[in-house]
């Protein structure tokens, strides 16, 4: 567990014993106050007796006044400290995680360097350079089938993560399939450039989702 996870237990578990406590100060401001209406001053000759009566309704009172603003003081402290647990767990679920950060971040950069090189197919003189990286590029794509989206991460979250590394990775092996000479095949390049824009769909979609700024990344190339 990471430190949120540990930040939203501890906040919530002084939100519960915050509800408890505040419960036990109802009862005992019910109890107190049910005690000082039992009390009795009235037709009480001796003045001595009448005194500690008064005396003791009156300590009675404070101390049911006391766990009145007890218990408002605790329910305020639980509704502002469970309000914090709820945000942390909020944040959790639509944040990415270091791990996803660096996926996404990976895989912006992958996508762009596959565009580029797809533009100098033409130059015969670069073609060795450009199957080389082509080749690294696709086997880091390949590797996205490993990944799985943090399940911290809300649902919608991790369904458009998982459906982004799948297509990383397929894009990635269909890739590692192909020379320089078969991309040259204008078809063949057509079908390729359809993929990256699908994930790139897709990658949008991540972006939208967990508000990540494209222009952050583009200054990070």
Not at 18 to 44: A, D, E, H, P
Request: hydrophobic share 35%.
């Amino acid at each position: 567990m990471n430190l949120l996870d540990w930040l939203f237990i501890v906040l919530l578990s002084i939100t519960i014993l915050s509800f408890v406590f505040f419960v036990w100060s109802l009862v005992w401001m019910y109890y107190t106050k049910k005690q000082s209406k039992n009390i009795s001053c009235r037709n009480i000759k001796k003045k001595k007796l009448r005194k500690k009566r008064i005396r003791q309704k009156k300590k009675l009172e404070r101390k049911s006044h006391y766990y009145l603003k007890q218990s408002i003081v605790l329910l305020f402290v639980g509704f502002l400290i469970g309000g914090s647990a709820f945000y942390s767990r909020y944040y959790q679920l639509m944040h990415l995680g270091e791990k996803d950060s660096h996926a996404i971040v990976q895989s912006y950069s992958l996508l762009n360097t596959i565009d580029e090189q797809l533009t100098r197919l033409d130059k015969p003189e670069e073609s060795s350079k450009v199957q080389s990286t082509l080749s690294d590029v696709s086997g880091k794509l390949a590797s996205y089938g490993t990944r799985s989206a943090d399940e911290r991460l809300s649902q919608d979250g991790q369904n458009l993560l998982n459906r982004l590394y799948k297509n990383m990775k397929e894009l990635g092996l269909n890739l590692s399939n192909q020379s320089v000479q078969t991309l040259n095949d204008e078809e063949t390049l057509n079908g390729y450039e359809a993929d990256i824009q699908r994930t790139r769909s897709d990658q949008k979609k991540v972006f939208d989702y967990f508000h990540i700024d494209e222009k952050v990344l583009k200054q990070q190339q």
